[in-house]
């Protein structure tokens, strides 16, 4: 184009100067030209378009409200988790009604018959005799000779039977509820093993002198009891059902 302007007559007439004006006049009325039909397709779009007044126009978010909601999921998960909260439920009911077992004992018997050298200390400290030293006293000591028969003080099973460095030959009886009783400071002669079931008064061995950490006191019996883990007085649970 600017060959063109050049070139012809009008170029000539109008100089370089003039050209380079005529060009930027041509490039400023086909913006114009093209503005006007953006406008134009613009405003045809918009009258094409139809809006319901009544209704806000919203952005689209793919939901759709008013449609019935399937349930059955939720009925299925609530279906398959009922039975499990009803197992639960009812092992909890049986549970809680469950009785609790008691097995039937005999009448408590003492095991020998005797002065009560040292008693139970229920947890407090008492000077040791023969060790010289304080410590708790767990069971209560009953005099008696050397070779005097020991007896259950009730029916069980025989857990234990064993040598030990402090309390000599002991035998250990679960007279069952919880109920473990001690025998300590027997001879060798003794007449039960472990797993024996065992009567109230039923002889399981003799009196001994064999406990060392009570050799200083006179023969006697060291019995101890135990319930549900923690130590007893013997003779108050004796005496609570005794035989006559």
């Known amino acids: 184009m600017k060959n063109f302007l050049t070139e012809s007559k009008l170029g000539r007439k109008l ?61 299925s998960e609530e279906s398959s988790s009922s039975p499990a909260e009803t197992s639960s439920s009812s092992e909890s009911e049986t549970d809680s009604k469950a009785p609790v077992i008691t097995i039937r004992t005999q009448p408590n018997v003492m095991p020998v018959n005797g002065d009560i050298i040292n008693p139970f200390s229920a947890g ?77 008064g039923t002889v399981i061995g003799a009196v001994g002198d064999t406990a060392e950490c009570e050799v200083g006191e006179l023969s006697h019996l060291h019995f101890g009891l135990k319930r549900n883990n923690e130590w007893i007085d013997p003779l108050e649970f004796i005496g609570m059902n005794s035989a006559k």
Not at 131 to 151: C, M, Q
Request: aromatic share 6%; proline share 4%; glycine share 10%.
């Open 15 to 75: 100089g370089p100067k003039g050209i380079y004006i005529t060009m930027g006049a041509c490039l400023i009325a086909l913006a114009g030209a093209g503005t006007a039909a953006y406008n134009k397709a613009v405003s045809d779009i918009s009258e094409s378009i139809v809006i319901d007044d009544g209704y806000p126009v919203k952005a689209a978010d793919n939901k759709t409200e008013g449609v019935p909601m399937d349930n059955s999921s939720e009925s």
């Open 124 to 200: 407090e400290l008492v000077k040791d005799p023969t060790l010289g030293v304080w410590r708790t006293h767990d069971g209560v000591d009953i005099k008696a000779d050397v070779g005097t028969p020991v007896k259950a003080m009730n029916k069980g099973t025989v857990l234990e039977v064993k040598e030990d460095a402090l309390w000599g030959n002991c035998v250990i009886i679960d007279h069952y509820n919880g109920v473990v009783g001690h025998y300590y400071s027997l001879t060798k002669a003794i007449t039960v093993k472990t797993g024996d079931e065992v009567d109230a």
